[in-house]
């Protein structure tokens, strides 16, 4: 647990020496591909005006690593991950996971998908208000194949005695937990996390991550968290820069921080 | 303000649906307003108006036989202003074309035309020439229903003779403006039944009343007392064989009519209050759902100088656009129906002229009310918006506040999934809107309840009178009671299989200080055709000594089973006698006691019967018919399926109209209710519903937590909407519950499923409507916003 802050400095992320743009690291192409992500554009017709969120993008996620995905607003972050969890289809290009295929599937089938597969942890909780901590999570163990008890997922994130209070009973923090406890309970092969430390404070916001952490740590699922904070990107496997629609720039850190020694 | 007016199109094309609805919903209730007001005030003024102009009696009474010079006994009576007395006779009449005799009402009028009471309408042709014989005016309705015209001619049996009566004017009189027998029916058979007005210089000696008569109708002064009067007139005529006078409240005609605008009256307020009730509170709910979603809004246009009261009139313009469209659409349309209700009553009713009128006045009134209800529906969401500061709005608005509900704190509660919390809390946490869209959707539950199981009711009534209590086929009635030999001639007519002859007596029964008009059914020990039964349709018997009487009677008179009525027979040498009431029988029609044949001869000291049911084989009908048609002393004939096939008749008509009015009006509201009630719980509730969409739930599976709501209402009301349906039609039955009849509550379960598959095809619809929306439902861009 000793703070070692120059490791995960930005400064230290974008060194030439650890980078290798768009390339894959040889370790991790012994873990099996669970996303393939090939030539993924997306186009927004606004009047005459087209925006192009997402410009033939390449990406390959493994099992098990803990992405971080960095860049400025509108570089195309959420998009992106949006075509992963399939709230989104791309206009052009192929997504598959293991034998899904996410481009070309219809409406049911991406529904199923997110049911069997897919965790999401959003910004603003999107919890359901008018059910208890306890029970905003049944709602999701009552519909996934192997679930964990819900009690233990919430356990898990550190809410194992709030289980009856209503999402306003409950602080920001807490709730982005139970919304974590949500994504877990199916025991789903990947996370996804936009900007889930987005609307806290730095500690409540380094509880969440540790949540993060731990779940990717003792259950090896993927998780891919978008950020705003770079110094994030010292907890990942990973950390993919994304700008204009484009991936510019894949940090492999050899040495993953634990969440309480990042500095931000 | 020009811009203002940009956003209020712009809201009002985004909310298009719920705008429609709520204007669907004003304009029933403007519609039905209109078309009922004004129906009802033109039925009364026209009704007002020919009473006045062809003076229309105020008292009535039937007699004997009394010498012209009595009449100025009646004349004297203090307050009595005008009498008018009159030869009427019931005969047999050979109609062209009719297989069966039909009855023919013969009244006598002046030779000369000269003012009289129940003055005529002379429709057509002209009054009769005065000593020619052979001369009717008839009635309009008995000449249109069977094809007749000015000099086209029907048969009479007048004393025992064939006697043409040619047709030289058509005519109306407010006596007869609901044109029926009496005794037992309730339907007019114009077919079968027609009055003919004649000379009384004519007709009086035929009927050896010459100089003679055996009918008045008089006027009172105004201010009269009704009571004081005819109990003069009972003690003038009584030697001369009086029936029993009685006011204007128990003539026929007038008292169907009366009852048919009463009821117009009442329909014309409950109907619309209800959908007026319900449009202000759409109007309520979808504004208030509004002025919260555009909370920042208003905070930031009021935060630009603009000034409550110009924010406060935004909203309530768009509501009243909302609303006068409603009103524009419910005028025309209740105008439209209005006339077609005058019309259809046109051709129920004889009115000289039954005039369309929809006054400015009524028009006037519907816009005011519907406004008036419009703006209370909108003064609450309005306020809210305008009372919040402007700092105050810029922040959203607090989370909703849900916490674990009453229902919940019952064990079997606990185990329910999620979704089905989810729909629970949301309706604990809005108890009154719940409250309130399940009392409408019960309304409209009941509307159909109602009209419906009137119908059943009606249905059962005719069932019962004309398959349990009258099984015979033909009644004939005697012109005047006849020995025991006429009793061996009715059976040995062709096709007669049975023959059960009865006598009837008119009385006046007396218990303690009440007395009532009445007669006295004489029925054979042994009867089967005409039966006598209690509420469960099981025979009571007719008693050896004493008197049966029909329920309504004993209410009336205040008496019950053992105790003694004084019996005063109006008929032949009028005796009086003590009876003992020995039970009592559950009449749906008339007002009827029933003894022993013999024994009531025995009260009368004669042998004698006044007519006879008679079961036919019904090969032999024709030859009967015709040999009726002949046969002397035979008064009136009555055919129990001309009486059932009139009733149908009846039904079929007014239905025709009134059916598909109430159920598309109870659909409306029902659609009004579901639809509003889902697209503001959408509108509520989008973000959530994404986030379960993103969670996994497949569209179906959201569209029934957010519907399920809708649907809980809508099943919640659904019973309340029989009971309350089930009460009103009790206490219309009750309200209905004349001298004439009574109306059995009785609903059938088809009536049951029908008014749940009318609501819950609306309910659907309109689920389906808000579905199409939930599945075009945005998962990416609920994830950029916070709640709203
Ligand atoms: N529904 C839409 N219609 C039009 N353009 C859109 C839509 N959604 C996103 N965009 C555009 O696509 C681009 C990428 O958006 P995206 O939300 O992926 O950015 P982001 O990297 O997540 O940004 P942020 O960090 O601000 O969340 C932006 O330029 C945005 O304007
Ligand atoms: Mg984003």
Redesign the interface.
Known sequence: MQASPKVNDHRALSAPASTRPLAQDHDMQNREAVFHMHSISKVYQMGEVQVHALRSVELDLYAGELVVFLGPSGSGK?TLL?IM?A??TPTSGEVTFRDHNLTSAP??EL??F???H?G?V???Y??????TAL??V???T???EHPMPAEEALKRVGLGDRLHH???QLSGGEQQRVAIA?AIAKRPDVLLC?EPTGALDFSTGKLVLEVLEQINRELGTTVAVITHNASIGGMADRVIRMRSGEIVEVHHNLKKLAPSELEW | MHTLHRKLLRDLLHLRGQVIAVALVVACGVASFVAMRSTYVSLLSSQQNYYRDYRFADVFVQLKRAPEAAASRLADISNVATVQTRVVMDVILDVPGLAEPAVGRLVSIPGRRSPMLNDLFLRRGRWVEPGTDGEVIASEAFTAANKLDLGGSVQAVINGRWKRLTIVGIALSPEYIYEIRGGGSLFPDNRRFGVLWMDREVLGPVFNMDRAFNDVALTTAPGANLDEVIARVDQALATYGGLGAYAREDQLSHSFISDEIAQNRITSNVVPAIFLGVAAFLVHIVLSRLVKTQRMQVAIVKAFGYSNFMVGLHYLQLAMVSVLGGIALGVAVGWYFGLKLTTLYADFYRFPLLEYKISPMILVQAGLITLAAATLGAVGAVRAAVGLPPAEAMRPEPPARYRLGFFERFRAARSLSPATRMIVRNLERRPVRAAVSIFAICCSVSILVIEFGLMDSLNRMMDIQFRNVQREDVMVILNEPRSFRARAELARLPGVLLSEPFRAVPVRLRFEHHSHRSLILGLEKEHQLRRVLDRQLNDVSVPEDGILLGTKLAELLGVKPGQVVTVEVLEGRRPVRNLMVTGMADEILGLSAYMELGSLNRLMSEQAISGSFLKVDGKEEPTLYSLLKRTPGVGAVAIRQAAVDSFNETIRRSLAVSLTTLIVFASIIAVGIVYNGARIALSERANEMASLRILGFTRREIAVLLLGEQAVLTLLAIPFGYLLGYAVCVYLAARLQTELYRLPVYIKLATYLWSFVIVAVSALFSGWLVRRRLDRLDLVSVLKSREQ
């Not at chain 1, 999107?126 to 059910?131: E, F, K």
């Open positions: 959420s949006n969890g709230l989104d409406d049911n529904t199923r997110r049911r069997e897919v999401f959003f910004q603003f999107n919890l359901i208000p008018s059910l029970e905003n049944t709602l999701v009552e519909i996934a209503f999402p306003a949500r936009d």
